[in-house]
């Protein structure tokens, strides 16, 4: 196999414009206007706002401290079910502010939270429901919202890999739940070098997450409400603006690798694509999952380093059985066999048709 000249990754960074984003950054700091607020900030909070056709969107520094501040907006105190499937920010951001992750299996297709053994783990602790859109896959809103409504509970979603997806009803993601979190890190299809925010309908909510987020000021010498540093810097928003200017472009290769690969791993035996993502609906199409036959993955990724592909076992061994959550109180056997089974393909602009056909014929000569 002939070696290429970079190494193919998962979530190498997009930048719109080089260009432009050099001159917006001029601006800035032309301007000596770099944080708190300022005039590019906002301009980005509008923006997003308009693409997701939310009321509300308050940026942040990244995803994990958008998690806190709106779990703390919402009162969060006791018990929150969430699945173990996910990055470790999901529950590290409810036990940092004093409330306590219950984990809950997933569904085996799309990942995300299984409402069957989510009514099994509701106790009178619980206190929220934190859904996750793993790589993009909608969760199941309705019957979450039913479960908050019958509990006299909230439910708020981790977007962070939701950016750019319409849920139903040609709703995007950010519409759904108390408020949406998402992520902007280099890493994500969309980025604002580091970042993240909240979306959210409720006007109330609104300006107790912007308070929240700038140490509960409401102007200068009046704290109203205990409050953290959040903010999202000129700099980060700048990008942010660059970058929604291109998110089409970006989308639309990552949609025809995703096509590709679809079409090429169909028949390599053994190999399923867990990513589902519909042609017809607005998708960011940013994560490449696959599922692999029992024992078999860390050949194919030992297989795939060598022809220069970093693919990925994202959140193994499961949040659950990280060090500092374990031991589980119950085994969660679908989160468990996706731990061990299930890897991340590189995709998106840097990696080309060719390298997708190179990509799928390693793994198809290793299974
Ligand atoms: N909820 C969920 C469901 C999440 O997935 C995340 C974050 C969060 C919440 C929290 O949001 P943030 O607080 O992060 O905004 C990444 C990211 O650090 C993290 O944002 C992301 N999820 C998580 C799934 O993965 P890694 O482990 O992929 O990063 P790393 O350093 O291994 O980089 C991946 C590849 O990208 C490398 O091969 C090199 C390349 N790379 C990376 C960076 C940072 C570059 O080429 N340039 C870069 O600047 O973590």
Redesign the pocket.
Known sequence: MPRRKA?L?????NVGSYGAFLWAALRVLRSRWFSNLGPVVQRFEAAVADFLGVGYFISTC??????EIATRALGVTGDVLMPSW??I??PH?VEWIGARPVFVDVNPTSHTLDIGDLWLKVTPKTSAILG?H?WGHPCEVEALGHVGNQMNIPVYY?A??AFGVEGREGMMVGNFGRCE?F??????FFNTF???GIATNDPELAHKLRLMSNFGFTCRDNVVSAGTNGKMTEIAAAMGLVNLGHIDKVVSVNKSRYVQYRECLGDTGGVRLVSNFPLDMRHNYQYIVVEVPPGRREDILLGLSLADV?A?R??YPGCHRMNCYAPPERSLPVTERLAESTMVLPTGPHVSPADVGMICETIAAIV
């Open positions: 190494r990754c998962v979530g190498y960074p990244n995803g994990t401290v958008a998690l996910t990055f920010a999901t951001a996750v793993l981790d962070a890999h979190v992520s902007f890190h280099a890493t994500k580091e970042g993240g970093d990925r994202y959140f």
